[in-house]
């Protein structure tokens, strides 16, 4: 450890659980604060991972010192510094999506959203230390990284040279990194689960609706974009879960899990006994005809032998010959993704805009659109521009405050779920288990995107999926699996995932520079 964060606890890989032997040793969480802030301090501007800080942090961390003192009962993240993603509206703080438009620090007009997203407001009711928001890419368009950001890219903390993931680049390098215990990220087209797998990390993509998505800048708020935990251990994960998910009036669609968050919480299935007797589905063409790397079949190949071990069952492409393959459509002038549902994304952008507040610079699709018509996100070289593929997109766009018909994409969805559920029946199937990338990680820059095995359909579907750390390539790039599950199974992906943590023990910490 360097001098810059040298104190009588490391913060280095600190869990939840570390921090709590800490907070009872005596250590107080502005003392903690402090040390993750002098480590940001040390390697931030090389990693470029957090481009807002929380100007409160050491006042928020000194109030929870001041309820622990007095005895209160507090949860478990309480006083325990998190990141949080860009697009996520945190009162008083700029939402800036990347985009230098919406940055006064390099001449936008910043968006200042009056009120929390109710992410970040369950964040701060569980008492966590907000230090701040971390990079995206521009309107977090790419799984792959930051690379267009006003801030500038974001690196990789595990293997810099590479893609950190996208689009929760920054938050995946600051868990990476040991700038936080753990963040928030958001997907819609693999923006948990790529950037995690990255970079050797536990993430969660839950089951579409159970964690609320209002105040957070849209791609497809009405049908795919989800928020999770990215955390460098699954109970941590898991227990970040347990305070985003649930129904509230700010988020209506959040009504469908009502009654389907497990007894006992999100940690209640993390056992080293959950994969006993399971049985798990293998990756294969009949869920995408896409080979693996050879590497990437090798290091997947000993990953079921250490699932195996754990005394579970291994079944071997069981989607083949049920047509799930051929529902993909790949978006053309896109890397194998499937853009549908993203239709949506000028109602949800409208729907944001108004949240935002009476004194929001910006508080219209129309002012939105004059505001950054420079780099028009829908013209025919902006970021989204291919959603002109997509038939339902014309009519939304022309008219977006009005709900839009998305019939299409919702058919689509019940395609892909019920070849999924008559798979899962028919082979007796408790999950699958995939590596969550085809092949290694391709440079930082240059035009190759992450390839990985389950963004669009999980997507699309709305199914959960939790990636866990499974050892590395030759040249030191983290290779991830990821369980995937029906709606609502995240308590038994997070046991899976635990077992094999625990079992395996492949995540490590990089060796920071700068």
């Known amino acids: 450890m360097d001098a810059t964060t040298r104190s009588p606890f ?35 501007p090389h990693y470029n991972a957090l481009i807002v800080m929380n100007p409160d942090a050491l006042a928020d961390a000194r109030a929870i010192d001041v309820r622990r003192a007095a005895g209160e009962a507090l949860g478990p993240l309480a006083g325990v510094p998190v990141v949080i993603k860009d697009p996520m509206d945190m009162a008083g703080l700029p939402t800036t999506a990347g985009w ?5 620090r390099t001449g936008g007009v910043d968006l200042i959203p009056e009120t929390d997203s109710p992410v970040v407001a369950r964040m701060r009711a569980a008492g966590c230390v907000m230090l701040g928001k971390t990079n995206v890419p521009v309107l977090s368009a790419t799984g792959s990284h930051a690379n267009d950001s006003w801030a500038g890219p974001t690196l990789n903390a595990a293997a810099p040279e ?69 955390a460098r251990c699954v109970r941590d994960a898991a227990l970040t879960l347990d305070v985003l998910a649930g129904y509230t009036p700010a988020d209506p669609k959040t009504v469908a ?34 080979p693996l790397s050879p590497e990437a079949g090798t290091l ?55 949240r935002l507040g ?38 939304i766009l022309a008219n977006p405050t009005v709900p839009p018909d998305l019939s299409a994409f919702l058919t689509l969805r019940e395609a892909y779920l019920a070849i999924f559920d008559a798979v899962m029946d028919a082979s007796g199937l408790d999950g699958l288990v995939f590596p969550q990338m085809r092949n290694e990680l391709p440079p930082l820059h240059g035009d190759e995107a992450i390839n990985e095995t389950t963004v669009c359909e999980i997507n699309i579907a ?53």
């Open 10 to 44: 490391d913060v280095v890989e600190m869990t939840l659980a570390d921090a709590a032997d800490a907070f009872a040793s005596g250590v107080t969480s502005e003392a903690l604060t402090q040390a993750f802030l002098d480590r940001i301090a040390a390697h931030n």
């Open 100 to 104: 230098h438009f919406l940055s006064a």
């Open 162 to 230: 590479s893609l950190p993931g996208g689009s929760s680049a920054g938050t995946a390098t600051a868990v990476g990194a040991s700038f936080a215990v753990l963040g928030l990220a958001e997907e819609t087209g693999g923006s948990i689960q790529n950037p995690a797998s990255a970079q050797g990390l536990v993430g969660i993509k839950p089951t579409f609706a159970l964690v609320p998505n209002a105040g957070v800048v849209p791609l497809a708020g009405s049908t795919r974009d989800v928020v999770g935990p990215i």
């Open 257 to 290: 899990g009502i009654g389907k968050r497990p007894r006992g919480g999100y940690t209640a299935h993390l056992d080293t006994g959950a994969l006993k007797g399971k049985r798990l589905g293998l990756f294969g063409p009949g869920w995408r005809d896409l």
């Open 300 to 354: 997947y190949a000993r990953a079921q032998d250490e699932i195996a071990a754990r005394s579970a069952t291994l079944v071997a492409d069981p989607f083949a010959g049920t047509g799930f393959a051929a529902l993909g459509r790949p978006t053309p002038g896109l890397n194998h993704f499937d853009a549908r549902g993203m239709e949506s994304v000028p109602y949800d952008l409208h729907l944001y805009l108004q």
């Open 358 to 395: 009476p004194s929001a610079a910006i508080r219209s699709v129309e002012a939105f659109a004059a505001a950054t018509e420079a780099e028009d996100a829908f013209g025919p070289i902006g970021v989204l521009r291919y959603l002109h593929a997509i038939p339902a997109f014309a009519p």
């Open 462 to 514: 709305g199914l959960p999926g939790v990636t866990v750390p499974a050892g590395f390539y030759a040249s030191g790039s983290p290779f991830n699996l990821i369980f995937v599950g029906r709606m609502w199974s995240e308590a038994d992906l997070l046991g899976f995932a635990y077992d094999y943590e625990q079992a395996t023990r492949h995540r490590r910490a990089p060796d920071l520079v700068g």
